[in-house]
């Protein structure tokens, strides 16, 4: 149980282009999904708290008008990478979390900006 | 906010060693101490997780202890085998306990 399924798995663009990354609990309610963004041998950042049908809550320093999120059901949320640039090539990272239950984290998104 | 140390960030031990990993906290207020495994290139997986009312948790070769007066909890390996290579992260909840703020990893190398 507790599967969290992230598409897609690694996608190139060109700069200036928007790049939608989604988060899909498969056989839990999530109530709160997070995203982190993770660099090479480094640690996972918390990007931003996401709860169903409300605004996300955002870390200090990242641009909300940047990292567009939605969380528009139990099941799913949605990471908008606006006119995204090589800066923002990265993993990015979801989790999903049932009430205080453990996160579980999907695969991961390999994002690549030429 | 929060912050959380770990150390070491690299451990190498033989096969059927143990290795054991630490973690500071900052946050009195922390109540959630999970630790993540993350091989790479892919997600980081539960391994073990404590909360603050218990000061040992085991799961067959892995435990882990909180001191919170002391605001530290580690990892503990026993019986190491090769496949327990891997990155390994500690986390404790935010000040607001909504999120995990995540320790900075230790690549834990087992060589046979």
């Known amino acids: 149980g507790a599967v969290v399924s992230q598409h897609p798995s690694w996608v190139i663009c060109k700069s200036g282009t928007s790049v939608k990354i989604e988060c899909r609990s498969l056989?839990?309610?999530?109530?709160?999904m997070f995203w982190y963004r993770q660099f090479p041998k480094q640690s996972l950042m918390l990007m931003a708290t996401s709860n169903e049908g409300s605004k996300a809550t955002y870390e200090q320093g990242v641009e909300k008008d940047k990292f567009l999120i939605n969380h528009a059901s139990l099941t799913l949320s949605t990471l908008t990478v606006t006119s995204a640039h090589p800066e923002d090539s990265s993993f990015y990272i979801c989790?999903?979390?049932?009430?205080?239950?453990?996160?579980?984290f999907g695969d991961g998104t390999r994002l690549s900006i030429l | 906010g929060e912050n959380v140390e770990q150390h070491p960030s690299t451990l190498s031990v033989q096969e059927g060693d143990s290795a054991v990993i630490k973690c500071t906290y900052s946050?009195?207020?922390?109540?959630?101490f999970p630790w993540y495994k993350q091989e790479l290139g892919k997600r980081p997986q539960l391994i073990i997780d404590i909360r603050s009312n218990v000061g040992e948790k085991k799961d067959q070769r892995i435990a882990v202890t909180l001191n919170k007066t002391a605001k530290h909890f580690s990892l503990h390996i026993t019986e190491t085998q090769p496949e327990d290579s891997a990155v390994y992260f500690c986390a404790a909840t935010n000040q607001a306990g909504t999120a995990l703020i995540f320790g900075k990893g230790t690549t834990l190398s087992v060589s046979s």
């Open positions: 989790s999903a979390q049932a009430g205080d239950q453990p996160q579980h």
């Open positions: 946050d009195s207020a922390s109540n959630y």
């Open positions: 056989d839990f309610q999530a109530t709160t």
